[in-house]
């Protein structure tokens, strides 16, 4: 039976979209996307699973307008990503990214990482520390934005990265393998935070995983193989 808060994110609008979407390497010679076609509803948390190599950072990628597809249609909020003209304010101001290698400055603080995005937006310093204080507080980082991260944690390393991701308050969330490098206790207490500000901020989730049980906690999962999306069960 479908639950009313699912029924609800079913009916929200269409926030991420690809139609018919190809990428390949090389000149052609690694063809990953081969007709990929998909889309994520408001609020909606989606797993994207699939083999190593299968294309999950591709189709991040350009979803985040990282890199550009060979055909196809890539749209964030219904505007086409395109590279040059709209990248950067899709970047700042709608889109957060987690990387699969968290992509942190290693001789900065925690601080300053965070701060850097917000910079870049033109927000007012004093707002960004705010909103800095709120998500290391939920993330049970307060006592840890002085220091560098080359000293912190595997864990806190990645909920660094997601509060980073957070702090323009975007309301698209694209997580790559955001517990990957975790043991399964710290990748777990991570995932539980990251589903906890996803649902208070009403931000929409697509994140590539390779833990199942973390995969089934969302409300879709997805397979990609062959180059393309399969859904096996849809809430
Ligand atoms: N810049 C690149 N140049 C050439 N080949 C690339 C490039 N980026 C990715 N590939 C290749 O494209 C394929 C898909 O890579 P991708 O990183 O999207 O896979 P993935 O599903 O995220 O894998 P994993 O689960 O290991 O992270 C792989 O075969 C990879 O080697
Ligand atoms: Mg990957």
Redesign the pocket.
């Known amino acids: 039976m479908t639950s009313p808060g699912i029924a609800i994110k079913n009916s929200g609008a269409v926030v991420l979209r690809a139609q018919d979407v190809w990428k390949s ?2 000149d052609g010679a ?1 063809a ?1 996307l081969r007709g990929v076609d998909f889309e994520a509803r408001a609020g909606e948390t989606v797993a994207l699973c ?10 991040l990628h350009l979803f985040g307008g990282l890199d550009e597809p060979d055909r196809g249609h890539v749209s964030v909020n219904n505007v086409a990503v395109n590279r040059h003209r709209n990248l950067l304010r899709l970047l700042r101001h709608e889109i957060g990214f987690v990387f ?1 290698l968290h992509n942190l400055i290693p001789d900065l603080t925690l601080e300053e990482n965070c701060m850097i995005p917000a910079v870049a937006a033109g927000t007012d310093k004093h707002v960004a520390r705010e909103r800095l204080h709120e998500l290391a507080e939920r993330t049970g980082l307060e006592h840890r934005l002085g220091h560098r991260i080359q000293k912190l944690s595997g864990g806190e390393r990645q909920r660094t990265a997601l509060c980073r991701a957070l702090m323009n308050r975007p309301k698209i969330l694209l997580a ?2 955001p517990t990957g490098s975790l043991d399964e206790k710290t990748s777990a207490t991570v995932f539980d935070l990251l589903l906890d500000v996803a649902a208070n901020e009403g931000v929409t989730l697509l994140m ?1 995983t ?1 833990d199942r049980g973390l995969a089934e906690r969302c409300d879709r999962l997805l397979e ?1 193989h062959d180059g393309r999306i399969h859904e096996p069960r849809r809430a």
């Open positions: 390497y090389d690694i990953v699939g083999p190593s190599g299968c294309g999950k950072s591709t189709l699969q790559d393998e590539a390779h990609m």
